[in-house]
C-alpha cells in the first residue's frame, strides 16, 4: 500500500523549462513533506521541504505547492538546467522519530 | 565531519549467507534510519531507531535485524540473505533538536548507500 503517490515516473524537459512533479497522500497525519534529489550513485539529499500550515515555500528555483485540503503537494523547478537532472523523491512525514514515506521517485532530465 | 558514512560500498552474497551493515554518523543525532531503494519503489523504511539501545521495526522489516549499541553506529543484519533482498540500503540519521530556539527541522541526513546482490 504506498501512502504517497508521485508522478510522473520520468520527465524530460528544455532548458529553461519548469518541470512540474505531483505527490499525493492519504495519511492525514503526515505533518511535514520534503523533497529529495538524488544523484546516479549517490544518497538522496534534502532539497526543500514544507508544513501543512503554508500553501507555498520558495527556496531559490524550487517552489513546493501544498494544497491541504486536496493532500496533493507538488514541486516546481524554474529556469531548469542540465544539472538539475536527477531522481526526485517527495516524502512525507510522521512518527515519533519522524518516519518517512516517500514516493516512487521522477527521473528528472533536462536536455541543453 | 563525514556526515553518514556506510560499510561495505558493495557485496555479492549467496543465497542462505548472513552479513551485517554498518552506518555510522558523526553528526551526534538521535534518530538513525535504514531504507532499502528498488526500482520503482522509492525508499522503503526497514527498521529506525530513537535512540542507543532502542529500535523499531519500520514497513518492510521482514529478514532483516538491527542494532544500535553505540549512538552513533547503527547495524544491519541479514541472517540468511535471499534474491529478493537484492538493492540498494541506505542509512541516514536526524536529529529532534533544532538550533537553540528554533524546531527542528527534521532533516534526514543520509549515507552513500551499500549496493548488496544476492545471487
Known amino acids: 500500500q504506498q501512502q504517497v503517490k508521485q508522478s510522473p515516473q520520468s520527465l524530460i524537459v528544455q532548458k529553461g523549462g519548469i518541470p512540474i512533479i505531483n505527490c499525493a497522500y492519504e495519511?492525514?497525519?503526515?505533518?511535514?513533506f520534503p523533497w529529495y534529489q538524488q544523484f546516479p550513485g549517490k544518497g538522496p539529499a534534502l532539497l526543500i521541504a514544507?508544513?501543512?500550515?503554508?500553501s507555498e515555500k520558495k527556496e531559490g528555483r524550487f517552489t513546493i505547492s501544498f494544497n491541504k485540503s486536496a493532500k496533493q503537494f507538488s514541486l516546481h523547478i524554474m529556469d531548469s538546467q542540465p544539472g538539475d537532472s536527477a531522481t526526485y523523491f517527495c516524502?512525507?512525514?510522521?512518527?515519533?522519530?519522524?518516519?518517512?514515506?516517500f514516493g516512487s521517485g521522477t527521473q528528472l532530465t533536462v536536455l541543453p | 565531519n563525514a556526515g553518514v558514512t556506510q560499510t561495505p560500498k558493495f557485496r555479492v552474497l549467496k543465497t542462505g549467507q548472513s552479513m551485517t551493515l554498518l552506518c555510522a554518523q558523526d553528526?551526534?543525532?538521535?534518530?538513525m534510519y535504514w531504507y532499502r531503494q528498488d526500482p520503482g519503489m522509492g525508499l522503503r523504511l526497514i527498521h529506525y531507531?530513537?535512540?542507543?539501545?532502542?529500535?523499531a521495526k519500520g514497513e518492510v522489516p521482514d529478514g532483516y535485524n538491527v542494532s544500535r549499541l553505540k549512538k552513533q553506529n547503527f547495524l544491519l543484519g541479514l541472517e540468511s540473505a535471499a534474491p529478493s533482498q537484492t538493492s540498494v540500503y541506505f542509512c541516514?540519521?536526524?536529529?529532534?533538536?533544532?538550533?537553540?530556539?528554533?524546531?527542528?527541522?527534521?532533516?534526514?541526513?543520509f549515507g552513500p548507500g551499500t549496493r548488496l546482490t544476492v545471487t
Open positions: 516524502a512525507a512525514s510522521t512518527g515519533s522519530a519522524r518516519q518517512l514515506t
Open positions: 541516514a540519521s536526524s536529529s529532534p533538536w533544532g538550533l537553540a530556539g528554533a524546531r527542528s527541522s527534521y532533516e534526514q541526513y
Open positions: 553528526m551526534n543525532h538521535e534518530y
Open positions: 531507531s530513537v535512540g542507543e539501545g532502542t529500535t
Open positions: 495519511n492525514t497525519a503526515f505533518d511535514y
Open positions: 514544507i508544513r501543512p500550515d503554508v
